[in-house]
């Protein structure tokens, strides 16, 4: 039986696709730059830590255990603290955007505060519109407080207030810091743009110079056209991948617990569903403008949006968890956080590489299916 494949062939396409790379420099800015752009972006760009906010701060009492507390706050690294004299001052300031809060400190403070509850109230008023940042400021002045509490119990010679106390522990990010898993997350948003870029233009351009009849005209067959199409590309991917995972934990300091020959295999995985979009949307499209923009849509926004990469999927309604099953991004970005974060962990890299062989699958043989040997 005839091999559907003759490896003398395969290799004189690739070595032209090669050719064909390496004289185009779209490629090899869609390849090398890109990706590195977008990362810094995405690495710089996107941070759901948040520091140095900015509040008011109204003290309406001025005594020195007042002034003491005010000081514990324009000590915290969390806070930019704005003084005002009083609370219309600094609400005005809140509904102008230039604080993200404020702390009145009631003109009784200190009377309560020697009370034998030893507690006194504290108004603390954040902006809504950003529910984030009103719980971030709302939970460190409770922090504060309850520090400052527990400083003036000490310096006093007092029993500090019984109160639970509490040990965070951060298991696989101990520095709690949000970037630890944005980057890799965003390098999954970005394997998907380059690997459907890349592919989204080979075909069409075929076409769009005239070459594709000379190539429908010689013995090659449908399955080394394919793979002359993947293959090369493919290389530029995984060496994509490999710089983007290089620049995120040698110059970002992203820390790499994982095994890298198991990130080349999920990468591999990955790289084979995203080729195949793009290759899928070259051969039906046949033109390299439509064909790119259809890759960016079809693949940009769902691996944003619909991943959990920036949106936890749990969350969403449950027509759209669904969907989210068909995205590929969403088991990419499963399996290069566990990488990243937590290291070699089976059950969750086998499952995600079990789907993303499916949808690789899925698409690439779709590509095969709509690619026929005749010009209509």
């Not at 034998?116 to 008023?125: D, K, R």
């Not at 040990?167 to 998907?192: D, Y």
């Not at 995203?274 to 923009?293: D, E, H, I, M, P």
Request: neutral net charge.
């Amino acid at each position: 039986m005839k091999s559907p494949v003759s490896f003398r062939r395969l290799y004189a396409l690739c070595r032209k696709e090669t050719w064909q790379i390496l004289r185009d420099p779209s490629s090899n800015l869609i390849a090398f730059v890109l990706p590195v752009v977008m990362l810094f972006i995405f690495g710089y760009g996107i941070n759901l830590d948040s520091t140095a906010v900015n509040i008011g701060l109204v003290l309406e009492d001025a005594s020195p255990e007042a002034r003491h507390f005010a000081d514990n706050l324009y000590g915290s690294r969390y806070f930019v603290v704005h003084p005002a004299e009083t609370q219309a001052e600094i609400g005005q300031a809140l509904t102008e955007g230039r604080v993200r809060g404020f702390v009145v400190v009631p003109a009784d403070f200190a009377e309560k505060l020697e009370r034998p509850t030893g507690t006194a109230p504290l108004l603390v008023v954040t902006d809504g519109s950003e529910p984030n940042t009103a719980n971030f400021v709302q939970n460190y002045v409770t922090g504060a407080w309850n520090g400052w509490i527990q400083q003036r119990a000490g310096e006093r010679g007092e029993a500090p207030p019984p109160g639970i106390t509490i040990e965070p522990r951060f298991w696989f990010n101990p520095a709690a810091e949000s970037r630890n898993f944005l980057i890799p997350g965003s390098i999954t948003i970005i394997m998907t743009v380059i690997g459907a870029l890349l592919t989204s233009l080979v075909v069409a351009r075929e076409w769009e110079r005239g070459t594709m009849e000379a190539l429908l005209a010689s013995p090659v067959t449908r399955t080394e056209l394919l793979l002359s199409k993947l293959l090369p590309y493919y290389v530029l991917g995984i060496v994509s991948l490999f710089l983007c995972v290089g620049v995120a934990a040698l110059m970002m300091q992203v820390p790499f617990r994982g095994s890298l020959l198991i990130l080349w295999g999920i990468g591999s995985l990955f790289l084979a569903s995203s080729l195949g979009l793009g290759l899928l949307l070259s051969t039906v499209l046949r033109n390299q403008f439509v064909a790119a923009q259809a890759a960016l849509n079809a693949a940009f926004l769902p691996a944003l949006m619909l991943s959990g990469f920036l949106f936890e999927i749990r969350s969403m309604p449950a027509v759209i968890q669904a969907a989210t099953y068909l995205i590929p991004a969403r088991y990419f970005v499963t399996a290069i956080q566990t990488l990243f974060q937590a290291g070699n962990v089976p059950p969750i890299l086998l499952h995600s590489g079990l789907f993303l062989v499916a949808a690789g699958s899925f698409f690439i043989g779709l590509t095969a299916l709509k690619t026929r040997r005749r010009l209509e």
